[in-house]
């Protein structure tokens, strides 16, 4: 059974700019959720996936973009990167059967300079 | 809404000790709770959960938790804390497995 993983791991990008995280759902999930975590926070939900559509969404602004793919792995864009943004990316995948534990990657760590 | 609080940022205790990181809650509907470590530069794994069912669960590692519906809280313990269970424990809540809520977190450091 392959774990959820994440790419890059590491990521320094210039105010501005755009940014595309991936992430590959644990074997056997069909749901992915994002999540911000800046430094010395918990996890902050950005959005979440199921089924290639968009099942939730937390308080972040439309520049943070989402897609889910048919073998359900997943991608978060970023417009117009700022200096906040910088933070560890992380995602985690889940399967909708009820009584859900969502199993998390090692996560991006996005540097915005 | 759901919402989650840690008392206690940082928490110390000698290897040997009891380990208590406290999580309070709160939540309109049932809640599903849970306790995640996260090591430096690492992602977030599952210690224990809580859905349904006996209030005292068991999770990896010696650790445990309790539901206390009266309190609002499920306090994660340890009866004997070791080296390596020094980490970031963050308490997270879920309403029927979706839109879950952490906590701020509580870094645990365990002295020898």
């Known amino acids: 059974e392959t774990g959820v993983t994440q790419s890059p791991t590491h990521l320094i990008k210039t105010r501005g700019q755009q940014v595309t995280l991936r992430c590959s759902s644990q074997?056997?999930?069909?749901?992915v959720s994002w999540y911000q975590q800046a430094l010395g926070q918990g996890p902050q939900f950005i959005f979440q996936?199921?089924?290639?559509?968009?099942?939730g969404r937390g308080n972040f602004p439309p520049r943070f973009s989402g897609l889910q793919f048919p073998n359900y792995s997943s991608e978060l864009n970023v417009n117009a990167l700022e200096l906040d943004d910088s933070a560890l990316y992380l995602c985690?995948?889940?399967?909708?059967?009820?009584?859900?534990?969502?199993?998390f990657g090692p996560g991006t760590r996005l540097l915005v300079l | 809404a759901q919402s989650v609080t840690q008392l206690g940022s940082h928490v110390s205790v000698s290897e040997g000790a009891l380990v208590l990181l406290r999580c309070n809650y709160s939540?309109?509907?049932?809640?599903?709770l849970f306790w995640y470590v996260q090591y430096p530069n690492q992602g977030l794994q599952l210690l224990l959960k809580?859905?349904?069912?006996?209030?005292l669960v068991k999770g990896i590692n010696g650790f445990e938790a309790e539901f206390k519906k009266s309190e609002t809280s499920f306090h994660l313990t340890k009866p004997s804390a070791h080296m390596s269970d020094a980490a970031e424990y963050f308490c997270?809540?879920?309403?029927?497995?979706?839109?879950?809520?952490f906590g701020p977190g509580t870094r645990l450091s365990v002295l020898p």
């Open positions: 985690a995948s889940s399967s909708q059967t009820g009584q859900e534990t969502q199993y």
């Open positions: 996936y199921y089924r290639e559509e968009e099942n």
């Open positions: 939540s309109s509907v049932p809640p599903y």
């Open positions: 809580y859905t349904t069912g006996a209030t």
């Open positions: 997270a809540v879920s309403n029927y497995g979706q839109n879950f809520v």
């Open positions: 074997s056997g999930h069909n749901t």
